[in-house]
């Protein structure tokens, strides 16, 4: 599969020549002339193809008789309903920007394209599960439609990537807003697809994390994952232990300032992935990686004794008092607040890397905070280290194993009950480096270039784990060496998009040379959109996109 290279838009691309009328004319028809002419000047109207999309759609069937270009006085129409509302609103907010059309929204008992976009709500698309949509491009307009808002809002990022990159653009540009016909039918491989960012080894600002839930929800991952604590730092409000954050959130690694999320702040973020169909995820890491909550509570420490705010980048060092009832009480109380914040079901509790707290006195711990979440009515989601603890309803262990996939004891843990959601080091960790000379990043686990990041199967990685347990799939991104939102875009692109495609589409769609060339195209996407990214050499991207002003795309 090949992509068509994008040509870059530029504002005043008048490349032939304006016939004068005899007469003079007047501005506005001086201006009309020009533009009809800088429009014939562009390249042809190539739309991209219909299954140039990332993550590759469950079924695509090609309609070259279908093509429509979007007119400057389409509408909008959605069904009359306010979440079908809200993703038409968004949908014109998309495409307001570079296109300049004004693309009103309005409702209809039975929304239908008239030259238009219409996003239908319609309960006889079940079929197509919580998530899924259909998108009809046809010569009168586009239509989605879809059981859910979640679907619609899924078919609207399949329809931006079907437009010129110029739709990318925050400032208007003359381009042919063509789209490509046909149908396309989509619903994804596993329900869980997720991204964490570790906001404890460097802390980031309520606007960053935003712009991650944007990228998030441009390749339909799911579920944001914020490692909210850990020994550098600790980064959200909990009223009944004021000094967690007040003390414990300021430090983070290198030395630098920290920070915390207040209440308002973290509310904020689950509103905004909410609005974007993104589920948040929040982690307390326990019994271990708690030196941040010592040095805020001393009492919480086993010998009593605040240790110093470290901000280093060593592991495995801190935990709290398993022994000592008080803990329960810290645990409970902040398990409490935070579930009360967070309307997702998931509340994670880390487990990972607890290298004092041994055997039983681990598993007795962990048997316990899983109780604890149970309670809160929470499923409970923890690293793999938590497999030989006993089973509770819907418990949930995150893999992160950097081996081929042997581990009997997360086997037998899936064989009692809990299901998987797989995050191979070696795989899906986007700390790693893409190569020996990546500037930043990490590569205990290995290096991880684009193909490997996309070569694998997270429903066949585990071994004697059926993928009928795996709940799907998420890339971690740990931050000990990440310390801008440049960066973490910089690690995340291009490798999300790969993890992405993992866990919504069908296995059959898998193939390496095709992910390649489709990718390839979202590098103007994004650099039309200023958005950082690596120019990974893998990968054949169109042209070097040189937009005035932008960003560079390395950190
Ligand atoms: C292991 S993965 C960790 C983290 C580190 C990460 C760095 C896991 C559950 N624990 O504490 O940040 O490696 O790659």
Redesign the pocket.
């Known amino acids: 599969m090949s992509t068509t290279p994008s040509p870059l838009p530029t504002a005043t691309p008048a490349a032939s020549p304006v016939s004068l009328p005899a007469v003079e004319p007047d501005a506005a028809t001086l201006a009309r002339a020009a533009e009809r002419a800088a429009r014939e000047a562009l390249a042809p109207p190539a739309p991209h193809r219909l299954a140039d999309v990332v993550p590759a759609p469950r079924q695509v069937q090609p309609d070259p008789t279908g093509d429509w270009t979007l007119p400057a006085e389409a509408v909008i129409v959605a069904s009359a309903d306010p979440a079908a509302l809200a993703v038409a609103e968004q949908l014109a907010e998309l495409l307001r920007p570079a296109t300049g059309y004004p693309l009103p929204v309005t409702d209809a008992a039975a929304p239908a394209p008239a030259d238009g976009i219409a996003l239908v709500l319609d309960q006889t698309a079940a079929a197509l599960g919580p998530e899924g949509y259909r998108l009809d491009i046809t010569t009168t307009g586009v239509r989605v439609t879809a059981g859910t808002a979640t679907g619609l809002f899924h078919g609207v990022q399949t329809l931006r990537q079907l437009l010129p990159a110029a739709i990318e653009s925050p400032v208007p540009v003359t381009e042919r807003w063509t789209l490509p016909g046909g149908t396309i039918t989509d619903a994804p491989r596993f329900p869980y697809r997720g991204v964490m960012l570790?906001v404890a080894r460097h802390f980031f600002a309520v606007e960053d994390v935003l712009r991650v839930v944007d990228h998030l929800a441009r390749y339909k991952i799911n579920h944001l994952h914020l490692h909210l604590t850990d020994d550098q730092g600790w980064r959200i409000a909990v009223d009944s232990w004021p000094a967690l954050s007040a003390v414990g959130g300021a430090t983070e690694v290198g030395g630098g300032p920290g920070g915390h999320y207040t209440k308002a702040d973290y509310r904020r973020i689950v509103s905004y992935a909410a609005d974007r169909h993104v589920t948040v995820v929040p982690e307390i890491d326990l019994p271990g990686?708690t030196n941040a909550a010592l040095v805020a509570y001393p009492e919480l420490a086993p010998d009593k004794v605040a240790p110093p705010p470290y901000t280093g980048t060593e592991?495995g060092f801190s935990y709290v008092d398993p022994t000592d009832e008080r803990t329960y009480d810290f645990v409970s109380d902040v398990l409490r607040e935070v579930a009360a914040l967070t309307p997702g079901p998931w509340l994670h509790i880390g487990g990972?890397?607890a290298f004092k707290v041994k055997g039983e006195v681990y598993t007795g711990f962990v048997e316990r905070v899983q109780r604890i979440v149970a309670d809160l009515g929470k499923t409970v989601v923890g690293?793999h280290q938590l497999a030989p603890a006993g089973h509770v309803d819907g418990r949930v262990l995150q893999w992160?194993g950097t081996g081929d996939g042997a581990d009997q004891v997360t086997a037998d843990a899936v064989r009692r009950g809990a299901r998987l959601i797989v995050s191979p080091g070696n795989r899906a960790?986007l700390?790693m480096k893409y190569a020996p000379d990546t500037p930043i990043g990490?590569d205990?686990a290995g290096l991880v270039d684009v193909r490997t990041a996309y070569d694998w199967d997270p429903g066949a990685h585990v071994a004697d784990v059926p993928d009928t347990a795996v709940l799907g799939v998420e890339a971690?991104l740990?931050t000990?060496t990440v310390t801008s939102l440049a960066e973490i875009e910089f690690m995340l692109l291009p490798r999300l998009p790969a993890i992405a495609e993992l866990g919504w589409s069908p296995r059959a769609t898998h193939d390496w040379s095709g992910f390649r060339d489709r990718l390839a195209g979202h590098g103007p996407r994004w650099a039309t959109a200023g958005i950082a990214f690596h120019r990974a050499p893998e990968i054949p991207w169109p042209v070097a996109p040189t937009i005035p002003g932008q960003r560079p795309a390395t950190p």
């Open positions: 570790d990686h592991v990972d890397e690293w992160w960790y700390d990490l205990w971690p740990w000990e």
